[in-house]
Antibody, heavy 117, light 107 residues
Framework: EVQLVESGGGLVQPGRSLRLSCTGSGFTFGDFLMTWVRQAPGMGLEWVGFIRSKSYGGTSEYAASVKGRFTISRDDSKSIAYLQMNSLNAEDTAIYSC????????WGQGTLVTVSS | EIVLTQSPDFQSVTPKEKVTITCRASQSIGSSLHWYQHKPDQSPKLLINYASQSFSGVPSRFSGSGSGTDFTLTINTLEAEDAATYYCHQSSTLPYTFGQGTKLEIK
């Protein structure tokens, strides 16, 4: 059974950093592009970015709203995709979720990030 | 950035009705358009990928159509459990984007 589990969320002060993890199981993690999305309170889904599989270079792409502040990486030996978030601000408060592939056939349950002093 | 505009934003419908949600892209995205159902406190569920391909296990009352800039999600014979917010999503052109969502209320 394919499963994705996000972790690492919490309360963080503006300007600080946080790293989220997306741990996959039930599939060959390294074969898949992994995507991060977020949903701010009362808002819709927002695409954050993705990381390609190593077979496709392992490179990442980002939304304009996070480019230069967020970094997506992966450790295929642990089946984990990371979202490193720096210079956080209140507008980054959201539930962060990962999904498999360029479109989400399987999603994690999400982890809440609250940016507040 | 490709903007996806869904209509309507909100619809209140009765069971057994037929529902049509549209998603218009600001430029052509071929068939790289996907539909999700999102219920509160749950993760979104893929309904349709590549405009018209039903994802495994999705009830047959859900169908998708369209290409280029205009897409449609149709729910035939609506059931009470279909109350949710529905999103379209394009994976044609970076940055990928989502529509703003359509909230479906069942009367």
């Amino acid at each position: 059974e394919v499963q994705l589990v996000e972790s690492g969320g919490g309360l963080v002060q503006p300007g600080r950093s946080l790293r989220l993890s997306c741990t996959g199981s039930g599939f060959t993690f390294g074969d898949f592009l992994m995507t991060w999305v977020r949903q701010a309170p009362g808002m819709g889904l927002e695409w954050v970015g993705f990381i390609r599989s190593k077979s496709y270079g392992g490179t990442s792409e980002y939304a304009a709203s996070v480019k230069g502040r967020f970094t997506i990486s992966r450790d295929d030996s642990k089946s984990i995709a990371y979202l490193q978030m720096n210079s956080l601000n209140a507008e980054d408060t959201a539930i962060y979720s990962c999904f498999r592939g360029a479109f989400g056939d399987y999603w994690g349950q999400g982890t809440l990030v609250t940016v507040s002093s | 950035e490709i903007v996806l505009t869904q209509s309507p934003d909100f619809q209140s419908v009765t069971p057994k009705e037929k529902v049509t949600i549209t998603c218009r892209a600001s430029q052509s995205i071929g068939s790289s358009l996907h539909w999700y159902q999102h219920k509160p406190d749950q993760s979104p569920k893929l309904l349709i990928n590549y405009a018209s391909q039903s994802f495994s296990g999705v009830p047959s009352r859900f169908s998708g159509s369209g290409s280029g800039t205009d897409f449609t999600l149709t729910i035939n014979t609506l059931e009470a459990e279909d109350a949710a917010t529905y999103y379209c999503h394009q994976s044609s052109t970076l940055p990928y984007t989502f529509g703003q969502g359509t909230k479906l209320e069942i009367k």
